[in-house]
């Protein structure tokens, strides 16, 4: 299928961090300029997206579907609304709570400085690698997991992660999961903790009070979709470099 009249942009003074396999940053954003709405009517607003893990062979690649083929169905899909706000970029959902084993802990009605209280309370974003949540929330789910693991802390020398441990440790990791508006998504390991070295491994989540964000650590593994007009956001577990 050829598309006319896309306006994609040419960054000739970029900063931030970019592989030498990078091309750019692709807008999948809900912004007016963004791929996603300049594509419009002809995907009927869907698209999907399945990130490879971290642990990926090197020539293994995330993929990205529009329109049809993008639809998320099936065992082990759920649904959460996509709340729409102010700022038109940003794709808004619900967080409830964070169950850490059996713990749940709701998450807090505070206003950030987006307004994000109540509904639409956390955007999800492909963009951001940890995700970030209110921060005295965060630390309450910070203590729930460490009591669930016995195993002796260390210090991030960047100090970027609070929550660490040896990477030869043998982490007994607490099924930890999110649970939006509608929707349940459970992490795996993966998911919740990253490696930051040969000898480091962290919670990849952080406190933040500015913008929560569900990041695509929390997201690797899993097909993500968008429906920009029934607008609804769904999650699927999947094994994202056999697809």
């Known amino acids: 299928m050829q598309l006319k009249n896309i306006i994609i942009g040419c ?25 996603i709405s300049q594509l419009g009517d002809s995907i009927d607003g869907k698209f999907s997206y399945c990130l490879v893990p971290l642990s990926s062979e090197n020539d293994t690649t995330s993929k990205i579907n529009f329109g049809t083929n993008a639809v998320l169905s099936g065992n082990g899909s759920v649904s959460t609304p996509l709340i729409t706000k102010s700022q038109a970029t940003f794709y808004y959902l619900t967080l409830e709570s964070v169950s850490v084993g059996s713990k749940n802990i709701k998450y807090p009605s505070v206003s950030d400085s ?49 929550l660490c441990y040896s990477a030869t440790a043998k982490l ?21 903790f990253v490696q930051l070295s040969e000898d480091l491994v962290c919670f990849a989540f952080r406190g933040d ?35």
Do not use: W
Not at 17 to 32: E, P
Not at 142 to 158: G, L, N
């Open 114 to 162: 987006y307004g994000s209280s109540g509904k639409g309370n956390i955007i999800i974003d492909s963009g951001t690698t940890l995700t970030m949540l209110a921060t005295s929330f965060y630390s309450e789910l910070e203590d729930a997991v460490a009591s669930s693991i016995d195993a002796e802390r260390i210090t991030d020398p960047q100090n970027v992660l609070s």
């Open 209 to 243: 009070d500015q913008l929560a964000i569900y990041g695509n650590l929390s997201q690797m593994n899993f097909l993500v979709g968008y429906d920009t007009v029934s607008k609804t956001v769904s999650f699927k577990p999947a094994d994202c470099a056999k697809m």
């Open 172 to 192: 007994n990791v607490p099924v930890i999961t999110m649970h939006f508006d509608g929707a349940d998504v459970k992490l795996d390991s993966s998911n919740a």
């Open 11 to 35: 960054g000739h003074n970029n900063a931030g961090t970019f592989s030498k396999k990078g091309s750019g940053i692709i807008g999948l954003g809900g912004g007016s300029v963004s791929l």
